[in-house]
């Protein structure tokens, strides 16, 4: 028995397939984030757009998949870190807007809800 040579051809993820990672599977990353703002009583909502920002954001690092959970630690790093101190904040939505500014302060978010 001799080894047999076996080649694989693996195309890039694209910004659907990204997208579709980020909310279908059971234990997507933004269902982990809401699930870790739940312990904290606030609802985390991410919209249409901020999930395809997100995705776009991906691309342009070429990062893949794997870099998905990175962009959405630095982007919500600053906001689990002063959401505990906050009582105000119980409702949150993420918008495309936020994701591309890189700005999900509580002041923000609070002027706004």
Do not use: W
Request: with cysteine; proline share 3%; glycine share 4%.
């Amino acid at each position: 028995m001799g080894r047999l040579p076996v080649m694989g051809v693996l195309d890039e993820l694209d910004e659907a397939a990204l997208i579709e990672i980020l909310t279908k599977p059971r234990n997507a990353i933004i269902k982990q984030y809401q699930r870790l703002f739940e312990y904290e009583n606030v609802r985390l909502h991410f919209t249409q757009e901020a999930a395809c920002a997100i995705a776009r954001e991906a691309l342009a690092r070429k990062v893949g998949a794997r870099g998905l959970r990175m962009i959405l630690e630095e982007l919500m790093l600053d906001l689990m870190y002063h959401l505990p101190s906050s009582k105000r904040a119980r409702d949150i939505e993420i918008t495309r807007d936020m994701v591309e500014r890189r700005d999900l302060s509580l002041c923000l978010l609070e002027k706004a809800g």
